[in-house]
């Protein structure tokens, strides 16, 4: 409903990270081995868009980097914190529970993926970045216009398994071209995690004309397609 780098229904801010909807007081665990460098609120320090945007929330530092650039996670909305800054933390470590503290609609947490600095305006796509449960893979892709570049507009992408290709499982936004980033890595312009190993299909439709691209996920990789919409 609320992918990375959408609008939801168009009504809602560019959203900079992704959200798992759980019960509240789920238990959060670390992703991955880091330092807490914020375990508190946003009230007064403004850690997203505005203050008061998270509530309750942790930022961890990564052991891992990227090209000697620190790695950041931002868990929000939490409902307790069971950590503090300073804390070294393991992967599987009790972070907090799951809330609706901030702006939130209702229970889930909120998970972002900050590369170089701890700055809202620094995400990338956290589906990228979390290890494909069994049996699923990733997709990061790139769209571009008949200029050869990334498409500077916000177009549907939908995807489908070839075994039912009129059946749209998910339906996705190519970036927009302000707010949020691709990865240094991929340079993608759309993604997205646990897709069902197999094949599947790719489909955008723009000035009239229908593009599509057909894709093969494999178990616990991220597969890459280029689509252009040349004319």
Do not use: C
């Not at 901030?102 to 229970?107: I, K, L, R, Y």
């Not at 290890?131 to 200029?147: E, M, Q, R, S």
């Not at 646990?194 to 894709?215: C, D, F, K, N, S």
């Amino acid at each position: 409903f609320y992918p990375y780098a959408s609008r939801a229904d168009g009504s809602y801010p560019i959203h900079h990270g992704v959200e798992f909807v759980n019960p509240m007081g789920t238990p959060i665990l670390a992703t991955a081995p880091g330092k807490v460098i914020v375990a508190g609120d946003d009230a007064l320090t403004v850690y997203g868009a505005r203050n008061n945007f998270y509530g309750l929330l942790v930022v961890q530092e990564l052991e891992q980097r990227l090209d000697g650039q620190p790695v950041y996670v931002l868990y929000g909305h939490l409902s307790e914190i069971a950590v503090v800054v300073g804390q070294s933390v393991q992967t599987g470590d009790l972070i907090g529970k799951v809330g609706m503290s901030g702006v939130a609609e209702g229970p889930h947490l909120h998970l972002e993926v900050r590369i170089g600095q701890n700055d809202y305006g620094a995400t990338v796509n956290p589906e990228l970045w979390l290890k494909p449960k069994a049996g699923t893979g990733a997709l990061a892709g790139l769209v571009v216009g008949p200029d050869g570049l990334p498409v500077p507009n916000e177009l549907r992408v939908t995807l489908a398994r070839a075994s039912a290709p009129d059946v749209a499982v998910y339906t996705l936004v190519t970036y927009p071209t302000v707010s949020v980033n691709a990865s240094p890595v991929w340079r993608e312009n759309v993604a997205i995690g646990g897709l069902a190993e197999g094949q599947w299909i790719a489909r955008v439709m723009h000035g009239g004309r229908l593009y599509a691209q057909p894709i093969e996920i494999a178990e616990g990789k991220t597969s890459w397609f280029l689509m252009s919409l040349a004319q």
